[in-house]
């Protein structure tokens, strides 16, 4: 097969992928999300080894 056949099919492939995920994802509330600075910070886990007692 040719690379530009390739390449081009590659690239609708993907550009159709991410317009499917887009029409089919819930809209992302950008209020809602807690800065990027702010991971990690803020209350214990209620799950798993990091709410075990000391």
């Known amino acids: 097969m040719n690379t530009t056949v390739l390449r081009s099919t590659f690239w609708v ?12 994802s819930q809209p992302v509330d950008l209020r809602y999300e807690a800065p990027l600075i702010a991971a990690g910070s803020g209350q214990h886990a209620s799950g798993g080894h990091c709410s075990m007692p000391d």
């Open 13 to 24: 492939l993907l550009v159709a992928f991410i317009a499917w995920d887009y029409v089919h």
